[in-house]
């Protein structure tokens, strides 16, 4: 597999699923994970909305870090599929909520209506966050106890995607 193959594989991995579980820090350095459904833009882009008092919106507050984690929780054990990325995530405001605006919720996406301005701004209780990956990387695709044409290792691992 080539690194265009690695990228094509984070893309398939990440159109194919709607929530990603976001890791965040509070002050006092204890980590928290939350499921958030999601609109990716580009490789290393993702919207949510979250409640600003959400506990990871308040951690996002304080520390920016993030580990992000995207994977398909309904395939037959050991076939697993995921993106693993590292980066930073921020409320968004100004111009960066009219472009969030036009990537969230995911188009054709069922059950989930576009937000106006007005619901993600001012007084409202929901904002809109993007998280940009820094470092991007996926489980090595591969089938159960056969090694990874990439790296011949016959076990679970990870590789980097390269950047763009």
Not at 47 to 64: C, G, I, K, V
Request: hydrophobic share 35%; with cysteine; net charge negative.
């Amino acid at each position: 597999m080539t690194d265009h193959g690695l990228a094509a594989h984070a893309r398939a991995v990440v159109d194919a699923n709607l929530y990603l579980t976001l890791g965040t820090v509070d002050p006092d350095g204890r980590p928290w994970t939350s499921p958030v459904y999601f609109a990716p833009a580009g490789d290393r882009e993702f919207y949510w909305l979250s409640a600003t008092d959400a506990q990871h919106s308040r951690n996002l507050a304080e520390r920016p870090q993030v580990s992000i984690v995207i994977f398909d929780s309904t395939v037959t054990p050991y076939h697993g599929r995921a993106v693993y990325a590292v980066g930073e995530a921020y409320e968004l405001s100004g111009s960066d909520v009219d472009r969030a605006l036009e990537a969230y919720p995911r188009p054709g996406s069922t059950g989930v209506t576009p937000f106006a301005l007005g619901e993600v701004t001012g007084p409202a209780p929901y904002r809109l966050y993007r998280a940009i990956a820094s470092e991007l990387w996926v489980l090595c695709p591969r089938d159960p106890g056969r090694p990874c044409p990439l790296h011949g290792l016959a076990k679970d691992h990870r590789t980097p995607v390269p950047a763009p």
